[in-house]
């Protein structure tokens, strides 16, 4: 079973960047399909964005095209989500997902591995 650890979250003002980074434990990486989920006190988690096995295709939330890239590096075992123009209404806990699913996946309920979550707090 694949293990996950994000990093990278911490406090930014409105307008700043952060990268998260999610290391994966996998050497088989490329087996699946991963994915970036948020949560915000109160509400219920939100998926973000997507990427493909080859990393070549992506999907992301309506909410944060434009200013999110997620990206992978094989060689590294490693996710990210370069996150810019942070807005208020980003801050949340931030999680990564694993799934040897088809692509795309939207869903939290379709990823089988989890993230332990790292927190990114916007301030205005």
């Known amino acids: 079973q694949v293990q996950l650890v994000e990093s990278g979250g911490g406090l930014v003002q409105a307008g700043g960047s952060l990268r998260l980074s999610c290391l994966a434990s996998?050497?088989?990486?490329?087996?699946?399909?991963m994915g970036w989920f948020r949560q915000a006190p109160g509400k219920e988690r939100e998926f973000v964005a997507t990427?493909?096995?080859?990393?070549?295709?992506?999907d992301y939330a309506d909410s944060v095209k434009g200013r999110f890239t997620i990206s992978r590096d094989t060689a590294k075992n490693t996710v990210y989500l370069q996150m810019n123009s942070l807005k208020p209404e980003d801050t949340a806990v931030y999680y990564c997902?694993?799934?040897?699913?088809?692509?795309?996946?939207?869903?939290?309920?379709?990823?089988?591995?989890w993230g332990q979550g790292t927190q990114v707090t916007v301030s205005s």
């Open positions: 990427i493909s096995r080859r990393g070549g295709t992506t």
């Open positions: 997902a694993a799934d040897q699913g088809t692509w795309p996946r939207r869903q939290a309920i379709q990823y089988d591995y």
């Open positions: 996998e050497r088989t990486f490329s087996r699946y399909v």
